[in-house]
């Protein structure tokens, strides 16, 4: 064994250099996140200067760290911004009027909640025309060195951790176990080993956690080390932040599995009995503290079926821990446990427990192979992702590092059965020992942990069609003396917000009562009156969801000016799906393969459980027939149920909003509504003498096509209008009508 050190010391400087060396080529903090529109576009050349500034990104934002100046070409700053209180995954500012020409420079400082990461980035956009010389900054896509080493410290450990807690209970002590050591029935030199590596694993992930929270507190308040512990910033992100979140339920596993660990020592002498009890139940615990990763990896912020892209890459880490955390466990106790032995007898005890681990492994690697497969498919959208992307080359290593591991399990199972490779005896004799070859196979574990770690602070690749981009609707019409600008962002299907910009002779009118409403024409369905919020410099502001679907559109402002006259401004829009921003995807075939993979691959670990359990049911034709029919039975109910429901709510949604039996064509502009209250004093004059009370009050639940059928047949105490009104005139009319609500 003393001829094999130098040789296993030369592996590890090659382990330790490989990872300082990865380390030390990255150098900016980048995101996991990325920008999927920008209003205006980078570059954009405007013919005058935008209202707002409005940036959306693929994940949630800390609003606490998350800021936007924009400075003119100078570099003096003209504005603001934060994350909107409404959206937070909306960067927005609000600019002043009248911004001369020239180039501006947006500047980012970016915080996502998922992963913690932040980053700096860049936009240009020119008024009037493009500057040459100005040029913004791309977010960086490397990942922060500190952050590759906090990451492989924590990973590593917690992976370390929980391999060695698993190879315990599910391999050691089925192998070797014995009643006669009451104390975790394991030999004392094999549970101070064990001791050992817990007490290690638990000392690194305290200290990778501490980094952790220092680098990630440096990170968001931009401070140095110095700063971050003397003002106790950290306990700002602490307690602020997602990532501190996820930070404490990490350490509070931590020192759940280092009381129940001490415990465990502490009690190995009065109740050995509890030993093997508190070892289990840290093995539950560190697969929850796995957890805490995913939920602030990659996955967590997939814009295909996020819940189950976390919980796949919980999958995978489990994997990575049970196959690549346990054989290092196992390559470290080995040695010691197998020291008293010589012979036939230490060849027995050694195969006892690598047949064991080698069907464990054996179930793992399937594991991590199904649901790596499906990651990468997930964040992998074409070739060049791959070949040239930071993300592709740290996947490329990790699956070099992978394959060299299943390489030598490979030969340790043939090793493992002689008979069956009887022809490839000549090699399998030289690592029957397993020793040397487990102390390389641990070493290499050691390094996909560390690989592990460096793809987790790898930002993913951004998707090839985020680029694209759509214009948001924007239209002016003249009210008045004035002119009404309207602007839809992003101007799709789900949240916008609206900018109403209004001026006389191009100066910009304030103090103005502005109300807005979305109508749907083609489903006859209308939104509630909004009240704009004047921003100043003649920008009035406000936000909803009523577009839920493309189609058509009104958008109808009344304008209260000062002396009291209400006027109208009109607008109609062709919504289409190609404006929105989607923050999730569709799930693409190869998705909807890979999960299939998985589901396989999960099915096949569990099959021996599942056979163990079939084996001991009750398999008389009576309990069959039972069983299958409670079976069909609640498959049938669960249909049933389900078809009800859906039926149900919609025949509820079209008792609520039926299609309208006529369809108003007629958009109520101020020219309509005009025509229609002349129309209305001339031809509807019974209408005017009865009580309007009782028309107002019923107007909100009335929809056009009502209105419509009444002026043309008598409704409640409202008599048929002239009955030589065209359709054009009585759509007229119950445009006008609907002002009464004003």
Known sequence: MK??????????????????????????????GYLLRSIPEDRAVLEHAPARLQYWFSEALEARFTTLSLRNQKGDVVASGAVSPDNNTLLTARLPPNLPDGAYIVDMRIAFASDGHVIAQSIVFFVDKEVSGVNGQAALNQANPLEVVWRILTLSSTILLLGTCLLYSTILVPAWGSKSYRAGLLPPRIMGALNRLMIAGLAVAFIGNIIAMLQQSMAFF??????????????????????GDLWSARMLLLVMVSVLFGLSLYLRNDQPETVRPFWTANGWALLLMVGTFSAGSHAAGSIIWPWIATLIDWLHVVGVGLWAGGLAALALILPIALAPYQGDQRRQALLAVMKRFSRLATACVVLVIATGIYSAATWLYTPSDVTSTPFGSALVLKLLLVAGLLLIGFVHHMA??????????????????????????????????????????????????????????????????????????????????????VTRSGQPVDGLNIRMQM???????????????????????????????????????DITLPDGSVQ???????????????QSQPARPQQVIALALVLAAVGWVLYPSAQWVYQRLDLRPASIAIAFSAVVGLILLTIIGIVI?????????????????????????????????ALYESSCPKWQSADQTQLIERLPRTRDDQLFIATGESWQSFPACDASLSTSQRWDIVNFIRTFQR
């Open 3 to 32: 001829s094999l050190r130098p040789t296993r010391l030369r592996f590890i400087a090659l382990a330790v250099l490989l990872v300082l060396t990865i380390s030390l080529s990255l150098n900016r903090v980048s995101a996991h």
């Open 519 to 557: 109508v749907n024409p083609q489903r006859d369905i209308r939104g509630n009156w909004d009240s704009t919020e004047n921003a100043e410099n003649g920008l009035y502001i406000t936000a909803g969801a009523e577009i839920d679907r493309a189609g058509q559109w009104w958008s109808l402002l």
């Open 568 to 582: 109208r401004a009109a607008f109609n829009w062709d919504i289409t799906d190609a404006a929105s921003v989607e």
């Open 645 to 677: 429901i859906q039926n149900t709510e919609t025949q509820y949604q079209e008792a609520l909003n039926p299609p309208p039996q006529v369809i108003n064509e007629i958009i109520p502009d101020e020219a309509s509504l005009e025509r229609g209250k």
């Open 222 to 243: 931009d401070a140095d080390l110095a700063q971050v512990i003397s003002q106790s910033l950290w306990t700002v992100v602490r307690v602020g932040t997602r990532f």
């Open 416 to 501: 493992l059965q002689p008979d069956r490779y009887a022809r490839w005896s000549s090699f399998t004799n030289r690592v029957r020992n397993f020793i040397p070859s487990l102390r390389l196979e641990s070493l290499l574990a050691f390094a996909v942990l560390a690989s592990v770690g460096l793809l987790s602070a790898t930002p993913v690749p951004i998707p090839y069609f985020i680029e694209e981009s759509v214009p948001s609707p924007t239209a002016a019409q003249p009210v008045g003396n004035l002119t009404v600008n309207l602007t839809i962002t992003p101007g799709g299907p789900g949240v916008n917000t609206y900018d109403i910009l």
